[in-house]
């Protein structure tokens, strides 16, 4: 009997598989569609980044630290796994995913530290749960993120396009550094830009 229950992984497996029947379709792809695949790797970044702010929120609120090793171990897990389901070498998801982890702690470290500079600011900012409501949504981010990294991998990333990578939104400049980091994550080993 087939279970009709959808997990995530199963989810993103069958989303790959799709992308594989599909992609010979696709093989002389516009430029024009790399651009919007630059774009939209540029929202997901944003999107992570944003989220951070619910989790420095909640972290505040119930004092506690910014690093969760334990929390970053298993998101390196699920980083691996999907890599492996998607086709896409681990390791480069791995230091991808690890990007975005650190830049989430930027994020984090300076809310924590504008909340230090004028307490009761924090709570301009809802209240929401980590497990329930935050978690998911930058699993989801992150699964995104992994998939468009298959769909980077079949074109050749320029300097160019790292340059687009890393122009930090206007709306996210208090963020500059957290976004350089996630950015340069994406970058693939090998690559010299600068």
Request: charge should be positive; proline fraction near 5%.
């Amino acid at each position: 009997m087939i279970s009709k229950r959808l997990t995530p992984t199963r989810l993103l497996q069958l989303i790959v598989l799709v992308f594989i029947v599909t992609t010979p379709l696709y093989a002389d792809t516009p430029r024009s569609d790399f651009q919007q695949l630059i774009k939209e790797v540029r929202l997901t970044i944003r999107d992570r980044l944003v989220v951070m702010t619910s989790v420095a929120r909640y972290k505040w609120a119930n004092q506690l630290p910014i690093e969760d090793l334990a929390r970053e171990k298993t998101v390196i897990k699920n980083t691996v796994n999907q890599a492996k389901a998607a086709g896409l070498k681990p390791g480069y998801a791995v230091n991808v995913v690890s990007a975005q982890i650190k830049a989430a702690k930027q994020v984090q470290l300076g809310w924590f530290q504008r909340w230090k500079l004028v307490p009761g600011s924090e709570a301009r900012i809802p209240l929401e749960d980590l497990d329930t409501d935050i978690r998911p949504a930058i699993t989801e981010i992150t699964e995104r993120l992994i998939l468009q990294l298959v769909s980077l991998k079949s074109f050749q990333l320029t300097c160019k396009h790292i340059a687009q990578l890393e122009e930090v939104p206007k709306n996210l400049q208090a963020y500059a550094e957290a976004w350089h980091t996630a950015a340069n994550g994406i970058v693939p080993q090998g690559l010299k830009c600068k």
